[in-house]
């Protein structure tokens, strides 16, 4: 079992690099834009695309930032052993859904199974944190009981 942690510690690694590849690329092309952009008779024309790129760079680096925080987050999570309860790292088994305790990352499909990436700071993430198997707890109408915690 310790694999499936490991591979699915592996998948939302490869979730968080792809956002910032992504918010990478995207602050080069506006910078590249800047660049470009050159000074034209059409008044302040110039200075608007320089602000617009400017803009278009911040809002990726707040996205390549959030990022980081991820990994960061990532890297503190253990992927050995067995949980009695669930943490950070855990894989919890429901009758409604597979979940993989760490951060936010969607759906995760692994060996053919499907497992919900979620933050211990979610709300399910949070009724997660700390249950065992045979717990039970209520989401949004919805009945889950815990099957196991790996």
């Known amino acids: 079992m310790s694999d499936l942690k490991k591979e699915l510690h592996q998948l939302c690694v490869n979730h968080v690099r792809k956002i910032m590849e992504a918010a990478e690329l995207a602050i080069a092309d506006a910078q590249k834009a800047s660049t470009d952009d050159t000074k034209s008779s059409a008044g302040d024309k110039y200075e ?25 987050a990532l890297n503190r999570i253990g992927t050995t052993g067995a949980a009695v ?57 919805k009945h889950y009981k815990i099957e196991s915690v790996v």
């Open 48 to 72: 608007t695309g320089r602000e617009m790129a400017q803009q278009e760079t911040n809002r990726n680096m707040a996205q390549l930032n959030e990022a980081n925080k991820l990994l960061v």
């Open 85 to 141: 309860h669930a943490e950070p790292g855990s894989v919890i088994i429901t009758n409604n859904g597979n979940f993989y305790l760490a951060i936010s990352a969607g759906v995760l499909t692994l060996n053919g199974k499907t497992y919900f990436a979620v933050s211990p700071a979610s709300p399910i993430g949070n009724l997660l944190n700390g249950k065992k198997a045979g717990d039970e707890f209520a989401l949004n109408g």
